[in-house]
């Protein structure tokens, strides 16, 4: 079953043709990438996904809700989660409260006037908070302020925050950005991990060892515009495709 | 204890103890000694101790946890005065209407200005809010005369209805009460040298304050607390975790706005009269003077902030050359009149140069505020008493990278 469905999306900026007619589709429980050169429209193309830009023409469809409009919150509420290039976490809150926040979003909805509640004895949102931080192994910082992380545990932390809600799909952007290999490993590890909860997710990458032992299937963008899709093997070999991304050179 | 953790407990506690024991705590000097000046143990400065505590306390709401600085909360404050004035007018001179009217006129006028400034943060956020405190105080002097009564101030007058109350009593203008309690009643008990004064209007801004510090503690430990500190730290990421921080932050502003009300009611309750003047922006950066001084973010900090000012206000303006010279009257001529030459500045009415620099002092070297100053003495100690040092609550450790 199809859970995000894009068709016919452009976003100009002033003359630019940031994205040119792209169709996209992603099957739930899957993983799909989206690789390509720098300037591709990667980036563009996820912040259309989840509201921060509006695409120019369009249509943007998760499940049978179209999210074209949609404020950020909003899209957020319906199951649709994302992880940033570079982390964006609560730099000077602790660990906890950083992922009691997401938690309290997905159970309380976009506003809760519970001024007179107590978020220390909330026994069900710490409790997920805590399992949250041991998924991603960083229970014993747990009161640490969020900023004193390194930024490999601070993409974890981020990761954690998302998976805190559940959500139905999870955006990765370049979720191993200049880490080193052994970070990137168990970011892998714990991306296949949360893999099995079935949760849908499409990844934009430059590292094609991640891409390749990450995704079901591999969405090539150059210059705004889808050049090949397909499965890993398959796109390696296309010759489209090691022109546009490595100008030639051989994978 | 009343839903508080412990630490929050004794801190209420401490607090409660403090507020309660202030005429005997604020005039540590004997009457007529040298020093008596430094008492502060009067109703009029004890009760202005605590109706700035409740403003600043409000106005950390907004300002500690969400960061949005507002420079129009004196607004708010005047908004409520004249609110409690016009209730002593028309309906009763019992302060708990008028404290309770205020609190609600204050409300509703920053929901309004709340709405329309919390579509911009930072700066024009800022300034948005100055302009509608401006154009309220130039309202007040202009086109409002007839709710507000111009530059005179509005006051209670002889012919009012006060319909529940009565319009005069034996020719004058009845007083200010809480239940047949005047205000204005006081009790003195004389000790030694010592004077201490116990004053009705002072314990009713103490059980005032006590709970809107209650109610304060409580935010600052609610989801609703956290998720205002989230829109202070990254409102990016709060938006994309499915929380709209608009309503937010109007709900903060609300209740800081509400607060300030309060505090322009109580200063009603004390003295029955509201000028536009309560309204100026100089009042409104008071109130973030007091919170930033005192340690915006924290719970007691504005508290402090409030009464450090207040008490360099009312105490540092009052000394004059001939005090000075009264206080060096040992020394030789010419090293007195050098010392009072050098001081001369800093008092009087220079008091606001002693504050400004202790404000630049405070602000260089402790950005927490006194608060923070009150920190590292207390960890100071604690690494004394204990040499194995525990971690604290929050390590800053520097960055693995």
């Known amino acids: 079953m199809e859970i995000l469905r894009v068709e016919g999306v452009n976003k100009s900026f002033g003359g630019l043709r940031a994205l040119n007619d792209v169709n996209f589709s992603v099957e739930e429980g899957t993983v799909q990438a989206i690789i390509g050169p720098n300037g591709a429209g990667k980036s563009t193309f996820l912040n259309c996904l989840i509201g921060r830009l509006v695409p120019d023409t369009g249509s943007v469809m998760f499940g049978d809700i179209s999210l074209t409009g949609m404020k950020p919150y909003e899209i957020n509420q319906i199951g649709i989660s994302r992880v940033f290039q570079t982390p964006e976490i609560f730099g000077d809150l602790t660990l906890m409260e950083n992922i009691m926040i997401p938690a309290l979003a997905k159970r309380d909805g976009e506003f809760k006037l519970h001024a007179f509640a107590d978020v220390g004895k909330d026994t069900e949102v710490r409790d997920k908070a805590l399992h949250m931080l041991e998924d991603v192994g960083l229970v014993e910082k747990k009161d640490m302020v969020a900023d004193s992380l390194s930024r490999g545990d601070k993409r974890r932390l981020e990761l954690a925050m998302c998976l805190s809600q559940d959500p139905k799909l999870l955006l990765l952007d370049e979720p191993t950005a200049g880490m080193s290999r052994a970070d990137t490993n168990n970011t892998i590890d714990l991306l296949k991990r949360i893999g099995d909860r079935g949760i849908t997710k499409v990844v934009i990458e430059h590292d094609m060892h991640v891409v390749f032992s990450l995704a079901d299937k591999v969405t090539v963008l150059a210059q705004g515009a889808i050049i090949a899709e397909g499965k890993p093997e398959d796109i390696k070999g296309d010759p489209r495709v090691q022109e546009a991304y490595l100008g030639g050179a051989h994978l | ?401």
């Not at chain 2, 009343?2 to 209420?12: C, E, I, M, R, Y």
């Not at chain 2, 400065?45 to 505590?53: A, D, K, T, V």
């Not at chain 2, 019992?94 to 930072?122: D, E, K």
């Not at chain 2, 989230?230 to 502003?253: D, E």
């Open chain 2, 1 to 401: 204890m009343f839903g508080l953790n412990k630490k929050d407990t004794s801190l209420f506690f401490l607090v409660l103890l403090l507020v309660v024991l202030a005429p005997f705590l604020l005039n540590p000097f004997p009457e007529g000694s040298e020093l008596a000046q430094f008492n502060a143990g009067y109703p009029d400065l004890m009760q202005r101790f605590l109706i700035f505590g409740i403003f600043a306390i409000g106005f950390n709401i907004l300002f500690g946890l969400t960061g949005y600085l507002s420079f129009g909360h004196a607004a708010f404050l005047g908004v409520g005065s004249y609110a409690g004035v016009w209730m002593m007018k028309l309906l009763t001179m019992n302060v708990i209407p008028a404290i309770f009217m205020s609190v609600v006129f204050a409300g509703l006028f920053s929901l309004l200005v709340g709405y329309i400034s919390l579509r911009r943060s930072g700066i024009y956020f800022s300034i948005l809010t100055l302009a509608f405190a401006q154009m309220s105080f130039s309202l007040a002097y202009s086109v409002l005369t007839p709710i507000t009564n111009g530059e005179t101030g509005l006051q209670l007058a002889l012919d009012d209805p006060r319909i529940l109350g009565v319009s005069s009593e034996n020719g004058a203008i009845p007083a200010a009460n809480f239940f047949g309690i005047p205000m204005r009643e006081s009790f003195e008990l004389s000790m030694g040298g010592w004077l201490f004064t116990f004053n009705a209007g002072y314990y009713l801004c103490a059980v005032v304050m006590m709970i809107a510090f209650y109610v304060a503690i409580r935010i600052f430990r609610s989801p609703f607390g956290m998720m205002l500190r989230a829109v202070k730290s990254n409102q990016q990421r709060m938006n994309f975790t499915g929380l709209n921080s608009r309503p937010y932050t109007l709900a903060a502003f609300v209740i800081s706005g509400m607060y300030a009300g309060l505090a322009g009611g109580l200063m009603v309750a004390m003295d029955p009269l509201a000028g536009a003047e309560r309204m100026q922006w100089t009042a409104s950066g008071e109130v973030v003077l007091m919170t930033i001084l005192g340690g915006a973010g924290t719970l007691i900090g504005p508290v402090l902030g409030a009464g450090f000012i207040k008490y360099c206000e009312n105490i540092f303006s009052k000394i004059n050359d001939n005090i000075l010279y009264d206080w060096f009257a040992a020394l030789p001529q010419g090293l007195a009149d050098f010392l009072v030459f050098v001081i001369h500045p800093f008092i009087g009415k220079g008091w606001h140069l002693t504050l400004g620099i202790m404000f630049m002092l405070i602000v260089i070297f402790l950005p927490g505020g006194i608060m923070e100053g009150v920190e590292r003495i207390g960890r100071l100690f604690k690494r004394k008493s204990s040499k194995d040092e525990n971690s604290t609550a929050r390590p800053k450790a520097a960055p693995a990278e």
